[in-house]
């Protein structure tokens, strides 16, 4: 008898261990993540009990709680669409997004760096009040990268490359969050499926979340992957004849204009990126090998989500390619797919002498009687370059600006490194339009990185340098003038 007691009594014990483990587990270590998640609308509903922080930019709010004459005391506000792709949305049906999300513990007061006021709370029987989440986004830098869009879909991310701080980020066609946020469920649903329904997809953001066809601009990746494999220099020249027939295959590589690049029966590295050319590219590629170049993406951040504190999109550099393929892949066409984000890192890194530094959106946290609760710091995410190696990358950079097939990019005065990319989509299917690059050149200031989706509306009418390029010298334009 005694003994089947003891084993009873094992038995709870276990069960209210491992009952005590999981609250514990649950209440403490998943907490921050639970509150987050947009699928929690308990969550959602909780939050409007006690006034949510606002997000602020330069100290003013771009999205804050006020006072409402209903039973759910505060409704979120939010400036502009502007700023869509940051803060995201905060609904009580359809839950948040952005960084309503990522920083919702924060926002909420539930946090477990709030601990303190939390306690204070629910001693004095007043609700905490949310946190305040101010941004790195420059306002000038953002509109004026808002504006440089005008009505073309796509994105823009500019970067301090010393800091990673983010100055701007945004997606074209942004969205109204308020339309989300009113307290109305048949109102906010039907606002949410006109959006959802919308073909130019407005909710979607373009800046990190979504992956193309980098084109032209991956050749700054292989010019940094020649130059790390120690095996190139710049000046490395490779055959330069008008088409190239890709290993095994009926396929011809061609330049863009069908030309020759530069003109002679040999071209190098630095005037393969100058002239973007393809040719000399789909060589280079093969001659390296696959794992070299996706050893050396992956060192820029392909293959990996970034948190930011939002989380990246992974862009993608394939594998088990054949040779052909390889060629193909080696001016960013095939199946390598990416962001503005992580291109506007490839730049930072190469602008920051070879360290890439995580990008990071949020500068301090403030608590409701304006403690700083959190601080993000620099972080080093990779060093994908050596100093020697990033120099002789922005000296091609600095080269495809200056004298080569980049010129719209240039700024009077200024010397600015960058590359364009036209990336192509399928037959008949209108061309991906990119830029990427950094300045001042000699004192990098900004990196960035834009991409014009369905060819800026003009199909294949137009390439990176006519479209592209000039929306991101009024960017860094924005940043030199301040």
Same mark, same amino acid.
């Given at each position: 008898?005694?003994?089947?007691?003891?084993?009873?009594?094992?038995?709870?014990?276990?069960?209210?261990?491992?009952?005590?483990?999981?609250?514990?587990?649950?209440?403490?270590?998943?907490?921050?993540?639970?509150?987050?998640?947009?699928?929690?609308?308990?969550?959602?509903?909780?939050?409007?009990?006690?006034?949510?922080?606002?997000?602020?930019?330069?100290?003013?709010?771009?999205?804050?709680?006020?006072?409402?004459?209903?039973?759910?005391?505060?409704?979120?506000?939010?400036?502009?669409?502007?700023?869509?792709?940051?803060?995201?949305?905060?609904?009580?049906?359809?839950?948040?997004?952005?960084?309503?999300?990522?920083?919702?513990?924060?926002?909420?007061?539930?946090?477990?760096?709030?601990?303190?006021?939390?306690?204070?709370?629910?001693?004095?029987?007043?609700?905490?009040?949310?946190?305040?989440?101010?941004?790195?986004?420059?306002?000038?830098?953002?509109?004026?990268?808002?504006?440089?869009?005008?009505?073309?879909?796509?994105?823009?991310?500019?970067?301090?490359?010393?800091?990673?701080?983010?100055?701007?980020?945004?997606?074209?066609?942004?969205?109204?969050?308020?339309?989300?946020?009113?307290?109305?469920?048949?109102?906010?649903?039907?606002?949410?499926?006109?959006?959802?329904?919308?073909?130019?997809?407005?909710?979607?953001?373009?800046?990190?979340?979504?992956?193309?066809?980098?084109?032209?601009?991956?050749?700054?990746?292989?010019?940094?992957?020649?130059?790390?494999?120690?095996?190139?220099?710049?000046?490395?020249?490779? @055959?330069? !004849?008008?088409? *190239?027939?890709? #290993?095994?295959?009926?396929?011809?590589? %061609?330049?863009?204009? $069908?030309?020759?690049? /530069?003109?002679?029966?040999?071209?190098?590295?630095?005037?393969?990126?100058?002239?973007?050319?393809?040719?000399?590219?789909?060589?280079?590629?093969?001659?390296?090998?696959?794992?070299?170049?996706?050893?050396?993406?992956?060192?820029?951040?392909?293959?990996?989500?970034?948190?930011?504190?939002?989380?990246?999109?992974?862009?993608?550099?394939?594998?088990?390619?054949?040779?052909?393929?390889?060629?193909?892949?080696?001016?960013?066409?095939?199946?390598?797919?990416?962001?503005?984000?992580?291109?506007?890192?490839?730049?930072?890194?190469?602008?920051?002498?070879?360290?890439?530094?995580?990008?990071?959106?949020?500068?301090?946290?403030?608590?409701?009687?304006?403690?700083?609760?959190?601080? @993000?710091? !620099?972080?080093? *995410?990779?060093? #994908?370059?050596?100093?020697?190696?990033? %120099?002789?990358?922005? $000296?091609?950079?600095? /080269?495809?600006?200056?004298?080569?097939?980049?010129?719209?990019?240039?700024?009077?005065?200024?010397?600015?490194?960058?590359?364009?990319?036209?990336?192509?989509?399928?037959?008949?299917?209108?061309?991906?339009?990119?830029?990427?690059?950094?300045?001042?050149?000699?004192?990098?200031?900004?990196?960035?990185?834009?991409?014009?989706?369905?060819?800026?509306?003009?199909?294949?009418?137009?390439?990176?340098?006519?479209?592209?390029?000039?929306?991101?010298?009024?960017?860094?334009?924005?940043?030199?003038?301040?």
């Amino acid at each position: 008898m005694n003994r089947e007691l003891k084993r009873v009594s094992l038995v709870i014990f276990v069960m209210f261990l491992s009952l005590f483990i999981a609250s514990t587990t649950i209440q403490i270590f998943a907490a921050d993540s639970l509150a987050q998640d947009q699928r929690n609308v308990r969550s959602a509903y909780d939050s409007y009990k006690t006034q949510r922080g606002a997000i602020l930019v330069n100290g003013e709010p771009i999205a804050e709680s006020v006072r409402s004459d209903d039973v759910y005391q505060y409704l979120r506000v939010y400036k502009s669409p502007m700023y869509s792709s940051v803060t995201g949305f905060f609904s009580l049906y359809q839950g948040s997004t952005g960084i309503e999300s990522s920083m919702g513990s924060y926002l909420t007061g539930k946090n477990s760096s709030q601990f303190f006021e939390q306690i204070s709370a629910l001693l004095s029987g007043n609700p905490v009040q949310g946190a305040s989440v101010e941004l790195t986004i420059d306002p000038v830098v953002q509109k004026a990268a808002w504006d440089a869009m005008g009505k073309m879909k796509g994105a823009v991310v500019a970067l301090d490359p010393k800091t990673g701080n983010i100055l701007a980020l945004v997606s074209k066609p942004g969205f109204d969050a308020n339309l989300l946020a009113v307290h109305s469920g048949v109102q906010s649903n039907e606002n949410y499926a006109k959006l959802l329904n919308d073909k130019d997809g407005p909710l979607l953001n373009r800046a990190a979340n979504e992956l193309y066809a980098p084109g032209s601009v991956f050749k700054v990746i292989m010019a940094a992957a020649a130059v790390e494999s120690g095996k190139h220099t710049k000046d490395s020249t490779f @055959p330069n !004849p008008p088409k *190239f027939q890709l #290993p095994g295959t009926n396929v011809f590589v %061609q330049n863009s204009g $069908e030309g020759k690049c /530069g003109g002679k029966p040999t071209v190098s590295i630095a005037d393969a990126l100058r002239f973007s050319c393809n040719v000399p590219m789909a060589q280079l590629g093969i001659a390296l090998g696959q794992d070299t170049i996706r050893k050396q993406a992956e060192l820029f951040g392909f293959g990996k989500k970034v948190s930011y504190p939002m989380t990246s999109t992974a862009s993608v550099y394939p594998e088990n390619m054949d040779d052909a393929q390889v060629g193909l892949s080696s001016f960013g066409q095939y199946d390598v797919r990416s962001n503005p984000l992580q291109m506007a890192m490839v730049s930072a890194a190469v602008a920051n002498q070879g360290v890439l530094m995580k990008p990071n959106l949020v500068e301090n946290v403030l608590s409701s009687s304006l403690a700083v609760i959190a601080q @993000p710091q !620099p972080d080093i *995410f990779s060093q #994908p370059l050596s100093k020697e190696s990033a %120099q002789a990358v922005k $000296e091609m950079m600095i /080269g495809a600006v200056q004298r080569g097939v980049s010129g719209n990019a240039r700024i009077k005065d200024v010397v600015v490194a960058g590359k364009t990319g036209t990336a192509q989509n399928g037959k008949g299917e209108p061309y991906t339009l990119w830029f990427t690059g950094f300045a001042p050149a000699d004192n990098p200031q900004v990196a960035v990185a834009v991409v014009i989706a369905d060819g800026g509306g003009i199909g294949q009418g137009g390439v990176g340098n006519s479209l592209a390029a000039p929306v991101a010298r009024k960017v860094m334009e924005a940043v030199l003038r301040k």
